[in-house]
Nanobody
C-alpha cells in the first residue's frame, strides 16, 4: 500500500507559478514511477507529466511542455510539479499517482496503482 498526499494547490495569478508536492508513504519510493494528472470540471482525467524511478526521464503532455516541470527527491519521498506561466485552461484538481512497473504507456492513468486525493489549482485573473 502506498499513500500519496498532495499539497501546494491554491489561488494564483494567471501567468504566475505554483509548485505542487506529493508526499509518499512508500517504503521504497524509488521503486515507483510517478505521474501527475488533472481533472477539470466536466472533463475526464488527463495526463500532465511523469518521472522515472530515479528522475532521469520525464514525460509531458503537449499542453504543458515548456511550462511545467516534474521532479522528484527520493531522499524525501516526494515528487514535485512546478507550474509556470499558468493559463486559463490549467485550473483543475491535480493528483499524483504511483506505479511500480511500466507495462504499457506512462501516459495512461490505468497504469497507475495508487492515487492521492488531489489538490485544487484555481487561477485568478
Amino acid at each position: 500500500q502506498v499513500q500519496l498526499v498532495e499539497s501546494g494547490g491554491g489561488l494564483v495569478q494567471a501567468g504566475g507559478s505554483l509548485r505542487l508536492s506529493c508526499a509518499a508513504s512508500a517504503r521504497t519510493f524509488s521503486s515507483y514511477y510517478m505521474g501527475w494528472f488533472r481533472q477539470a470540471p466536466g472533463k475526464e482525467r488527463e495526463f500532465v507529466a511523469a518521472i522515472s524511478w530515479g528522475g532521469g526521464r520525464t514525460t509531458y503532455a503537449d499542453s504543458v511542455k515548456g511550462r511545467f516541470t516534474v521532479s522528484r527527491d527520493n531522499t524525501k519521498n516526494t515528487v514535485y510539479l512546478q507550474m509556470n506561466s499558468l493559463k486559463p485552461e490549467d485550473p483543475a484538481v491535480y493528483s499524483c499517482a504511483a506505479r511500480s512497473e511500466v507495462t504499457s504507456s506512462i501516459r495512461d492513468a490505468a497504469e497507475y496503482n495508487y492515487w492521492g486525493q488531489g489538490t485544487q489549482v484555481p487561477v485568478s485573473s
